[in-house]
């Protein structure tokens, strides 16, 4: 089965310093990654995926990602962290298998931007 | 970008009644929509995958005569939650994706808290 699993319940990071949301994943064939991110009391937001093509992916916000094949890693990263970024953020594998393509989801990171 | 709405955005009803909750794709055909629940602080737990037209495919544990999903269309999809009991009370997230394959997008709505007294 695909999953995907976020070691960190909590990274606290100051305004201004780089900010890193570990991912990894198992998946049986081409991996297929999402970051999404979440709002209190509001659905998700798409910030970037990982279909084909370069490792290092662009998205939403100044977010990008690393895929990392031999780590099997996909790692959420922004160079310079806002007070706004302060959020829940998910990793999420979808399965090619299963009913809809359905996606996975990690246990979420909460991140807390201190000004 | 492509807008999923949801409502109602928060209802309380009491234990035993039946509520019931709407999830549109305002600008794009929806062939797949998904319904999750969220605990407070925890991930999102799908209950069910539902397709147009057909009947909904329920992730295991999740009881398909409690929890009922109808894809009338491809812009609606509801949940109506029969029967509801307080341990139901959780926060409700509807999703939506235009088609089938690696590089489709889920669209997520703005979630229902449902509070059942």
């Known amino acids: 089965a695909q999953s995907v699993a976020q070691p960190e319940d909590q990274v606290n990071v100051a305004e201004g310093n780089p900010l890193t949301v570990k991912c990894t994943y198992s998946v049986s064939g081409n991996p297929y990654l999402f970051w999404y991110v979440q709002y209190p009391n509001r659905g998700l937001q798409f910030l970037l995926k990982?279909?084909?093509?370069?490792?290092l992916v662009k998205g939403s916000y100044g977010f990008e990602a690393e895929f990392n094949k031999s780590q099997t890693s996909f790692h959420l990263k922004k160079p310079s962290a806002l007070v706004s970024d302060s959020a829940l953020y998910f990793c999420a594998v979808r399965d090619m298998k299963a009913a809809g393509n359905k996606l996975t989801f990690g246990g979420g990171t909460r991140v807390l931007v201190k000004p | 970008g492509a807008v999923v709405s949801q409502h109602p955005s928060w209802v309380i009803c009491k234990s035993g009644t039946s509520v019931k909750i709407e999830c549109r794709s305002l600008?794009?055909?929806?062939?797949?929509m998904f319904w999750y629940r969220q605990f407070p602080k925890q991930s999102l737990m799908l209950m069910a995958t539902s397709n147009e037209g057909s009947k909904a495919t329920y992730e295991q544990g999740v009881e398909k005569d409690k929890f009922l999903i109808n894809h009338a269309s491809l812009t609606l999809s509801t949940l109506t939650v029969t029967s509801a009991h307080p341990e139901d009370s959780s926060f409700y997230i509807c999703?939506?994706?235009?088609?089938?394959?690696?590089?489709?997008?889920?669209?997520f709505g703005p979630g229902t808290r449902l509070t059942v007294t």
């Open positions: 999703s939506a994706q235009s088609g089938m394959g690696a590089s489709y997008e889920q669209y």
């Open positions: 600008d794009f055909q929806a062939t797949t």
């Open positions: 990982y279909i084909t093509g370069d490792n």
